[in-house]
Structure formats: structure tokens, C-alpha cells
């Protein structure tokens, strides 16, 4: 199963993140992501590009984690670019950059998902 709706606002990428990754969609995450996002995760690691993206997303979803949604915060917008947030249910802070794209929807260009309270 892919989807690759697109978002039509920066909040829709962790939505969508959530459910792509419960239903094991592995190319549905990197569609997430530009061509040349930075992902940095697990803790410690960066993942440059989609086939890095890629990688990360099958060994994390090879455990079969089920993801609960947390609070997303309001999303900060400035021209193009957009400052995404979400407090996890562990409590940790997932932030990402997010770009609109020349058709108007937007991707994640930064991912840091996991921070310390």
C-alpha cells in the first residue's frame, strides 16, 4: 500500500506520517520528504535523501510500531517555509522544516523527531 496524497498544509505531513507509518507504508513516508530532506533519527544518525530516508523508515517499521498521535502545536509560517511541531505521547518533541512546493502543497525538508523534554 502507497499513498501519496499530498499535504495541503504543513500539519498534514504528521498526519499523514502517522497513519503511513501504522499502515507499514514505507514509500508513503518518504513522500514526505523532499528529494534531499535531512531526517535525523534515530537519535545520533542523519539520513540524507530519499534512499537514506528510505532505509531508516524499513528498519524502524520492520518492528511494527503502532503510533499514537500526539499534540501537534500550531504551525509557524513564514513565506515558503513552515516550523512544525509535536509533542509525542513519550513526551519528547518532534520538530520539523517544512517547504511549500511550486504546486502549493508542502514537504519536509528537516526532521528531527526526537528531542528531550
Partial sequence: MTSKTPAAEP?????????RANAGDVDGLVALYEPDAVLAFPPGNLATGHAEIREVYEQFLAAAPVLTPG???P????????????TLTTGEVAVEIARRQPDGTWLWTLDQPV???
Wanted: aromatic share 8%; proline share 4%; net charge negative.
Fill in 115 to 117: 528531542l528531550i523534554p
Fill in 75 to 86: 504551525v509557524l509560517v513564514s513565506n515558503d517555509l513552515a516550523l512544525t511541531a509535536s
Fill in 11 to 19: 500539519n498534514d505531513l504528521g498526519k499523514y506520517f502517522i497513519e
Fill in 71 to 73: 499534540r501537534q502545536h
